[in-house]
């Protein structure tokens, strides 16, 4: 009996961290999708680059909002999805 909960237990948080893994995974498409399209596609009003950012800017503003304080100048080159891959990156060796 013990050793079926012990099973369960394990089976368990192996999926906990593969969904977590496919999470990040996901997150890190988005922000080089929103990358990507951000130079090909110029219109905020198009619903695809819209639905990117509603996704990623969440993630994102921390980032921006940090650089911004710090007083870092970027000028017009944002450097928040970096710091967004290195957090997601990070969290997923802790987490692994």
Do not use: C, H
């Amino acid at each position: 009996m013990k050793q079926e909960v012990r099973i369960e237990l394990i089976f368990n948080r192996l999926i906990l961290i593969r969904a977590v893994d496919l999470f990040i995974y996901i997150l890190k498409l988005l922000i080089i999708a929103r990358i990507f399209v951000s130079f090909i596609i110029r219109d905020l009003r198009n619903p695809i680059l819209r639905f990117l950012y509603q996704i990623t800017e969440p993630l994102l503003m921390p980032f921006r909002t940090l650089i911004y304080k710090l007083g870092i100048n970027t000028g017009m080159f944002d450097f928040s999805p970096i710091l967004a891959f290195l957090t997601l990156d990070i969290i997923r060796t802790i987490l692994f």
